[in-house]
DNA sequence: TTGTAGGCGTTATCAA
DNA sequence: TTGATAACGCCTACAA
């Protein structure tokens, strides 16, 4: 931390608290001020000698570029924005968490805005107002298959990035493929020897999600079961939703040994209404979700679920805000067995990896 | 939005994206960009006339003023830090949201860092950097007691909002007095005819949480029932903790047959170990937690705890960070009765409240 | 390889 | 009640 020219009892720089500028740095080393400036941004035309002085400089006296004055000066703000659903808990803040991670490894600050899902069908106009002005907006489902959303950002000339996003439209695309491992999943629970399993399908088809209701379909299909269309509920991917999903799922007139929630909050739902009406989970019903969300593992039994690769997705994502030309790889989706499928699994645990 | 000035087909304004400064709405107005700035910054010596003038232009050119150029030339940054812990999943995402709404109605942004508790207390260096220097830091628990931290921002001359906090030191603190409720719930317990309660505690004693033990221990001790210190385990809030003191408490020899858990995941492990156990809730155990946190109304039977006012939290913290003046009121906790003590109550399927 | 001039959009100071 | 002018700290040009 620098300190301004005060010289104090000890004959140091004195207690008057300010904060070193790059003229500061400048002067300390004895090189003009934009020499310090090439060496903080990293621009390779800097003598050796010079930068290390520089270098020194800059860590004797604490000094941090002021965002302030480069979002001013230069064209980035070193700002990324990230909207997200304003419910379900657990997926935004390991969304909030790994964004901001990803971004302070790239140098980057996040801002965030949460939008209710409802208010924001309702409203006529687009209410996210990043007076930060970030360089970029991420967009999570279901935010990026909107279409005034989109057209929001690009009127304001705002970067956007799509995370998991299904329709066209302004911006850039990090795609995901939920399928093979949702299929996975089904084939785990068809290996059980489950013939009628019911599925509580995502709220509407235009999402990346819809991948977890296409495999259910083609697990069905290829494991030659009954495709009964009553077996398929769709949900809001909240715990109401399983609930309600649940109760009718079991009042069939053949009831489903299996379900599968596209979402840990859903399965977390049957699992409960399950609990109410008696049924032992995963001797009368197999419970099986989706996300490997905090909750999964903190009901009894523990969720089988697909870890989503939250990290990675969030990486990829800061990543295609800064460089537009950015080319995600495949993410990794894995299987989590647990104690709603598997009987002879108890508590989870282990610390939830973030 | 507003364009440049290039004259399109239609007469009108182009589409050449830009930005309006506060130089084009003077110009718009017919007045001194001062003029303007005075407007938006709400200060009274403007004619009435003028200043319809200038949010008319402020209107019609969709003019947002420049962060980045406030915080320059200003001495504010608009922006609050919040430092929270990097786990538990369905606290920090309640308090994200709310206090970064509380920021936004204040017209400043929120930057969030999160800390890994162990890695900060196992590391000698203050690892949270804010490149964005904002004008204050809120602390929440467990980092709003921890010294280092507190210093460390001193030297840095940021001002600091400790949210509950309970140590004396650098900065202003937002208290919180968890006792009354924490007492109440207690109370319910009691009068639900439990003798033996088992009392899951916070890790360590310099928490505001320590509220909730006080409280378990001031009704045992109005109620004349035995004070057994075999029923009383200290957990670090996480679901293992939870479970593993579960077991414990429920080999003693004479096991109790209530369990406060000094949070909901921790109460969510009881339930967990409980049914892990084949524990009827609340017949053969009564269970009740403290946070009604998403994760209470997400497991069967849904738990009985102490509503935290978060977003009035939220609120106070976010003004006393603005208005160093502020004298926040006392919270209004309150105790939420459900299925995990009183069997008559299953779902709760009401919106999570944020 | 290094340094100088100019400006980014706002607020603060002082004058009109 | 208004307005001109000088910062604020940095980056982009361009020049040396």
Tied chains: 1, 2.
Excluded: W
């Excluded at 929001?152 to 956007?160: S, Y």
């Excluded at 909750?295 to 990290?311: D, G, K, L, W």
């Amino acid at each position: 931390m620098y300190k301004n020219a005060q010289t104090d009892a000890r004959g140091q720089t004195g207690i008057v608290s300010s904060v070193a500028t790059i003229k500061d740095v400048a002067k300390a080393a004895g090189v003009s001020f934009k020499t310090v400036s090439r060496v903080v941004n990293g621009e390779k035309r800097v003598g050796p000698e010079a930068r290390e002085r520089v270098n020194q400089a800059i860590r004797e006296l604490g000094y941090k570029p002021s965002l302030a004055a480069r979002q001013l000066a230069g064209q980035r703000s070193y700002l990324i924005g990230l909207v997200l659903l304003g419910s379900g808990i657990s997926y935004i803040s390991r969304m909030m968490i790994a964004m901001g991670s990803a971004c302070r490894d790239k140098g980057y600050n996040l801002i965030t805005a949460t939008l209710d899902y409802h208010q924001h069908m309702a409203s006529d106009i687009v209410s996210i107002n990043f007076s930060a002005r970030p360089d970029c907006v991420i967009l999570t489902p279901p935010f990026c298959n909107d279409q005034r959303i989109l057209e929001h950002f690009e009127r304001a000339n705002i970067a956007v990035v799509r995370v998991a996003a299904v329709t066209p439209g302004y911006g850039l695309t990090v795609p995901v493929n939920e399928e093979p491992c949702a299929l996975e999943l089904m084939r785990h629970l068809i290996g059980l020897g489950h013939k009628r399993i019911g599925m509580i399908a995502p709220p509407l088809p235009l999402r990346a999600s819809e991948a977890r209701l296409v495999a259910y379909r083609k697990a069905v299909a290829e494991a030659g079961l009954e495709e009964d269309p009553a077996l398929v509920i769709r949900g809001d991917f909240s715990f109401a939703a399983g609930v309600s999903a649940t109760t009718s799922l079991l009042a069939l007139p053949q009831r489903p040994t299996a379900i599968f929630a596209s979402g840990d909050e859903m399965a977390a739902g049957v699992l409960a209404e399950a609990a109410r009406l008696g049924y032992r989970v995963p001797d009368d019903l197999a419970v099986a979700g989706f996300d490997d969300s905090p909750i999964a593992r903190m009901v009894f039994p523990p969720i089988t679920t697909v870890h989503q690769p939250v990290r990675d997705i969030a990486r990829a994502a800061v990543e295609a805000a800064i460089n537009p030309d950015f080319k995600p790889q495949p993410f990794d989706y894995k299987l989590i067995i647990r104690g709603s499928t598997d009987g002879s699994r108890q508590h989870c645990l282990e610390p939830y990896p973030f």
